[in-house]
Nanobody, 124 residues
Framework: QVQLVESGGGLVQTGGSLRLSCVAS????????MGWFRQAFGKEREFVAA????????HYADSVKGRFAISRDNAKNTMYLQMNSLKPGDTAVYYCARRLYASSSFLPADYGDWGQGTQVTVSS
């Protein structure tokens, strides 16, 4: 069973940047698609970005296009989410997830393994 551990969250002002990391251990990382999701307080979990097994293509929610960038380093079993121009609406717990297919998806139900999440708070 793979373990996914997110890090890099924190408190940042509007317009600031953060870089999230997701490290996988105990299972196969390189052959599978990965995704980032987020859940704000009182809201459902929503898709943020996804990447296929090889690092491309990538997909983004409309709300983060042009501001966020997803990437992965299969040699390090690590996925990243570079978040720029952050807004208060980006405040949420961010989760990484693994899908047992090579191609990515924007549906949370298509991902079987999840991390515990990392809190991102953007102050106005």
């Amino acid at each position: 069973q793979v373990q996914l551990v997110e890090s890099g969250g924190g408190l940042v002002q509007t317009g600031g940047s953060l870089r999230l990391s997701c490290v996988a251990s105990g299972g196969t990382f390189s052959g599978y698609a990965m995704g980032w999701f987020r859940q704000a307080f009182g809201k459902e979990r929503e898709f943020v970005a996804a990447i296929n097994w090889s690092g491309g293509p990538t997909h983004y929610a409309d709300s983060v296009k042009g501001r966020f960038a997803i990437s992965r380093d299969n040699a390090k079993n690590t996925m990243y989410l570079q978040m720029n121009s952050l807004k208060p609406g980006d405040t949420a717990v961010y989760y990484c997830a693994r899908r047992l297919y090579a191609s990515s998806s924007f549906l949370p139900a298509d991902y079987g393994d999840w991390g515990q999440g990392t809190q991102v708070t953007v102050s106005s």
